[in-house]
Structures are given as C-alpha cells and as structure tokens.
C-alpha cells in the first residue's frame, strides 16, 4: 500500500501542471502568492473548483443552525479535503462579508504574536481573494500588543492558503483575513479572541480555524486520541482544552507527535465565538488519513470539522463517518454491486479530473465489512488492468477505491490508463471469500475457484473466471500460474502452497 500510495501522488503530481491562474483584476496592495498550489490542492482552476464542488456534493448534511466559527483541517485535499468541506457545508447557506481565517505557526517557533497579513489579497488558481484591510486596520487598534503585520509568518505558510479556495467557491464576493496565531498560549489567545469579536461584531462574518488533530499514530490511537480532542473542544473552554492536549501528550502514546497542530487558532476562535454569542460546539465529522483509499493506518494524521453555535439544536458526532457494521451476509444485492462499481468509476474519474479522490462514504453495513477484492478494467473486452487484494484487512468498500485506482495506474503489465480511455473503460469487481488450503491440486475446480500458488517466495494468483475466459484447463490454469509467479510451468506439482476462494463477480455491463 506505501508503494501504491507514493505511487499515485506522483502521478497525480504530473497530471496537475502548472496552469495561468484566471485573470482577475488584483487588489492594491502585495498580493501572497500561492506556494502549495499543485502539491496540497490542483494548480489546475477548473480541477481545483470541481474538487471543491464534488467534495461539497459529498459533505455530510447540516447539522447546525448560523455557525460563527468552523475548525477545518489543512492538508492535502485527498486525504483532508472532504473534511474540511463538511465544516463548510454548515455554513453554505449563509452570506458573509469577511471570512477570517486563523491559521496555525508551522514555520517560525520563535514567533510569540499573532502575524495579521497586511497586503491586498491571497492569490490562489481561482484568482485573487481581496482582503479587509479595514478589519486589519480595527485588530491592530484594538489588540497592538499582540498583533503585527509580519508578512513572513505567511510566506510559506499552508494552513491559511489551502482554505482560501473553499471561500472563493462559495463565498466569492466576500473579503477576507489570513492571521497565524504564533503559539498556544491561552492568555495570548483569549486576548486575540476577545478583541477578533469586538472588531467583528455586527459584521456578517465568518471565523475559521485552521488545524488538523494527531499525528503519526497508527489508526486505532488517532481515532481515540482524536475523539478526545474533539469532545474537549466542544466545550468552548480554552484552558481546559490545552490541559486536555497536554495530559494526552504525557500518555507517550507511540509515535504521536502532536494531538492538534492547531491548537492556537482554535482557542482564539472559541473565545471569539463565546464573545460573540456561541453556547455549543457540534462535531460535524471525523476521519483520519488511515480512512482514505490510500492511506497508510500505521501512520495517520486526524481531521475533524466542528461548528461553534449560539443556537440549542443539533448533534454530536463522535468518531469516524461509517455506520457500524453488521456481520457479513456473504452475499450482495444488485443496489450493493452497483454502489461499488460506481464508487470505483467515481475514484478513478475524479483522480483524472479533480487530483483528489472520494472517501467511502455512505455504504451500507454489509459493503463496511472486510472483503478481499479485485478491480479489473477493460477495454473493448481486451484486459487493461486487474489488481487486487486477496486478505481481507480492510472494509470492501474502502479497498475497492483503492483497487481500482491501482489497476488504472499502477499495473506494471500496461502503461497507465488515460482520461481520454475512461468512456472506452468497462469495470469489472470480484469479491472474494476467505482464502482456503487444498491438500491436492484435483480439488480445484476450473470456473469456480480462483488459486493462490505460493513457492519457494514466488506467489501469483488468478480470479476463478481467468481459466473459463482462457479456455484452459485445470493444469493449463496452473502451469500459467507458475509462470506469472516467475516458476517453471509445472512447479505446481511439488512442493507448492495452492489455496482457493471463490468470487461474486459483477460488471458494468450488467448495468447499462
């Protein structure tokens, strides 16, 4: 999974050339130029708003009434962005006039201050969002000992830069403020809270805190860890979220590094959301890298998006966005095949269009279940692509994104599947029943039985319907598995490990 991971940012990398942002006409003032664009978003304006705008179509409902502040995550959009757009989706029925965006200080330890950018706007692919300078100028009144125009702290900065286009998306006429709060100090914050509120009183405007949750964990600890955090940040109370962060700190949980890298944009925008009137905090929904179809769960980063509200109704949610899962009943309905061969044409398209991927979202209990799958892609019934897993450690509807996204650019047989080849695409899904030893090889049964051969390190395997669409036989099936597998034809017969399963096999085809 590492190699495929890797595999598919760096494709991804290629496809997202550089591309002349849309011309607009600049503010007065520095204009920040974008330094993540192509690397944590597409550089690509029309691959950057349909992203924004699948995610969106994708977000979980409202769950809130009038938020005056969202935490959103900020890394890259394959693996946070449909967070982020789930925060976003609280407030997409609202109008704002100005959109302030705290970010969190990934560059400068040093820096004790909160860093307001005193320039004319953010430039992004989608063009030039203008900032208010009048908002500007009323933080450094009300705040000068803690508030400076440092422009380096923006620089190089991402945790403002990558929020900046969901706000051109759905709030384009609204202006904006991009602030880093330099560090976690709970005084410093409060400070900086209360005086953001003042300034932004009877102002149509939005708070928005930028900050992802664990980090480095496996799964299992962020989910936990994570869970925490958030049930504490829904309590609006800055001092008791730092002395939550820090006893979690001290449980030396492995590899953890941080339990939110931003938790100083988010104490800042509690206390202005107090101030101004919020009562409650909601999560809106959680998720980690280790949930995404390429995500590595040995080592995750958390994402949780939260709205801080004055109004009394809603819920909480707290952990990951799949419903419990039920056990297995083995077999799949028509509406469960086709969900899967929609979530896999869906994967692919959107890595071809949008540099992003969907998350498993949404599925039914059953399709949560840890199924072994293959994903094979044809084109005018010629084979352009099958990979698979066959251990089931993952949820079927999980790996079938991942699967697929493998067998269109990572099946070293073919030279990558194109964007230009989607339509010719036909896809096919095998899923798998558990592995099974066969003592001799007379217990296979062509056509019914797919077969794992293992030898002296070498390994191959072939789904049951290779040998009916080959027309072999069952020891033409394995001397051409021994030669996928690098063997001589024949090494089948001593001294190999031969294990069988079964497949529900679906396709396209029996949907159009």
């Known amino acids: 999974m590492k190699l495929l991971r890797y595999g598919l940012i760096a494709f991804i990398f290629i496809l997202a050339f550089a591309v002349s942002c849309q011309a607009t006409k600049a503010p007065e003032g520095d204009i920040r130029e974008p330094v993540v664009a192509g690397k944590f978003y597409p550089s690509s304006p029309s691959k950057l708003r349909l992203a924004i705008e699948k995610f969106l179509h994708d977000a979980v409902p409202q769950k809130v009434k009038n938020p005056l502040a969202i935490i959103v995550p900020h890394a890259g959009y394959i693996f946070s962005g449909q967070i982020c757009a789930d925060a976003f989706k609280q407030v997409s029925n609202q109008h704002y006039d100005v959109v302030v965006i705290l970010g969190t200080n990934h560059t400068n330890p040093d820096f004790r201050k909160i860093s307001i950018y005193p320039g004319g706007g953010f430039k992004t692919p989608l063009g030039v969002a203008p900032i208010d300078k009048n908002v500007v100028s009323s933080l450094m009144s009300a705040n000068p000992e803690d508030c400076t125009e440092d422009k380096s702290l923006h620089e190089d900065e991402h945790s403002v830069e990558v929020v900046v286009p969901f706000v051109q998306v759905l709030f384009p006429k609204a202006r904006i403020v991009p602030i880093v709060v330099g560090t976690p100090d709970v005084r410093l914050c409060s400070r900086f809270g209360q005086a953001l509120a003042g300034v932004l009183k009877n102002r149509r405007a939005l708070i928005v805190a930028s900050s992802d949750l664990s980090h480095y964990p496996d799964r299992e600890a962020a989910n936990a860890v994570d869970r925490k955090t958030l049930e504490t940040i829904i309590k609006l109370n800055p001092a008791l979220l730092h002395a939550t962060l820090e006893s979690q700190m001290k449980r030396r949980i492995p590899h953890l590094s941080t339990c939110a890298c931003g938790e100083a944009p988010i104490m800042a925008a509690i206390t202005a959301a107090k101030s101004l009137g919020a009562t409650r905090g909601v999560i809106v929904s959680y998720m980690n890298s280790g949930d995404v179809p390429i995500g590595d769960r040995s080592r995750v980063v958390g994402y949780g998006a939260v709205a801080m509200t004055a109004e009394g109704d809603g819920e909480n949610v707290s952990g990951s966005d799949q419903s419990p ?115 001799d090889a007379s217990e296979i049964v062509t056509g019914r039985d797919g077969v794992l051969l293992r030898k002296d390190g070498h390994s191959a395997v072939f789904l049951p319907q290779v040998a009916t669409e080959q027309g072999w036989t069952r020891e033409e099936m394995l001397d051409h598995l021994c030669l996928k597998a690098d063997l001589k034809a024949g090494s089948w017969k001593q001294g190999a490990q031969l294990l069988t399963f079964q497949a529900i096999v679906f396709s396209e085809a029996e949907f159009k």
Do not use: H, W, Y
Not at 379 to 389: A, H, S, T
Not at 412 to 419: D, L
Not at 420 to 428: A, K, V, Y
């Open 325 to 439: 899962a039920s056990p297995t009943t083995g077999s799949l309905q028509p509406a469960d095949k086709k969900a899967l061969l929609v979530f896999a044409r869906e994967t692919i398209s959107r890595v071809f269009f949008t540099d992003t991927i969907p998350i498993a979202r949404g599925f039914t209990p059953n399709l949560q279940q840890p199924r072994g799958v293959f994903v094979t892609l044809k084109k005018k019934g010629e084979l352009r692509g099958c990979i698979g897993r066959i251990i089931a450690d993952e949820p079927l509807c999980k790996l079938v994104g991942a699967m697929a996204i493998a067998a269109a650019l990572s099946d070293r047989r073919f030279t990558p599947v194109t964007a230009d080849e989607l339509e010719e695409i036909t896809i096919e899904i095998s899923v798998l029943t558990p592995l099974k030893e066969v003592s």
